[in-house]
């Protein structure tokens, strides 16, 4: 998710009582909610699409739960520490208890994992014990409904606290209200998957194949969270029922009318680290004729005009081959 969801997240946690357990419990909180995106800084290094191989991977996983929170307690602890001995510590915060900045962090750095695993986009939670890409296929990245339910309680509970009244429960409320509806979200996109793949015909499968079945995605939409682009078919083509469209089979159309075929392993190795770190990434990827008669490998979940050159990557030395007829 966005990193306004990640921080209102940790804000309400903060509200829901948990920020009376140290002081710097807030900032612990909403660090902590954000801190795996440190990964972000591979920017800096990474050429290209090179960035969707690295990111959402170590800095998400199992250890990275565990040193993250203790790098942050540290931090803020010594923070504390050092603006004591200057003499600037506020006077009306609380005492700091290193035990608790390492469980709050420990609780909010959890938090961004669970969040970025509801989208499509993906999350390779094991890392780096296994590379495994897992999908919730929930919540589009970024959900204004869930900015406006958990800022509004988030600001409705510290107005009341600062006018004396209950805080904590508003912000209990909000949460269980969020979990809620990001429940409902998630059922809704299994029923679609299912109603859609219970509709495709059977494959005859070769006996040598390990994989043999329809991959069905449910996207969510923005602004629209009871909508979904369904995605069908495997490697090199794709196609997509559009949003509003009953999940059907009869109701899929290609998503392109540009489509190659699948280029062969050494072709794809002349893509260099681009297309190794593109094809690590990709959950729906298929090939797309370029206005020069190339290859673009683009993904089905990401084919959108606004946001090709992000999620492509061109291979100028592969001329496109034409599917092979059905």
Known sequence: MDN???????????????????GLAMPALIIGANLPDVDAACFF??????????????????????????????????FDRWQAKRGTRPEGRLPVSFKW????????????????????????????FSSRWFYGDTLFIIDIWLWALLGFATWFSLRREKRGGEWQ??????????LAY???????????????????PSLECADDEKVCEWTVIASPMPF?????????????????????QAAHRDNLTPISDRFCAWPSRAQLADGGSQAEAFLFWSRAPFAERAPDGS????????????????????????????????
């Not at 429960?169 to 969020?178: W, Y």
């Not at 629209?224 to 509003?244: D, Y």
Request: charged share 20%.
């Open 45 to 78: 290094w990474l050429d290209g699409v090179e960035h969707l191989g690295f990111r959402r991977g170590i800095t998400h996983g199992p250890i990275a739960w565990v040193l993250l929170p203790l790098v942050l307690a540290g931090l803020l602890y010594g």
């Open 169 to 178: 429960k508003p912000a209990r409320a909000a949460m269980a209200v969020a």
């Open 101 to 128: 900045l390492c469980l709050l962090s420990f609780i909010a750095c959890l938090t961004h994992p669970a969040l970025d695993w509801l989208n499509v986009y993906g999350i390779r939670l094991l890392e780096p």
């Open 4 to 22: 306004l969801t990640h921080s209102l997240v940790g804000a309400l946690i903060g509200q829901a009582g948990l920020k009376r357990k140290t």
């Open 295 to 326: 290859v673009i490998l683009r993904d089905a979940r990401f084919y959108d005009p606004r946001a090709r050159d992000r999620f492509s990557v061109a291979l100028p030395d592969v001329e496109c081959a034409e599917l092979p007829a059905d």
């Open 182 to 200: 990001i429940g409902v979200n998630g059922a809704w996109s299994e029923h679609q998957r299912h109603t859609l793949y219970n509709t495709m």
């Open 224 to 244: 629209v969270p009871w909508r979904r682009e369904m995605l069908a078919n495997e490697v090199p083509a794709w196609a997509v029922v559009a949003p509003g």
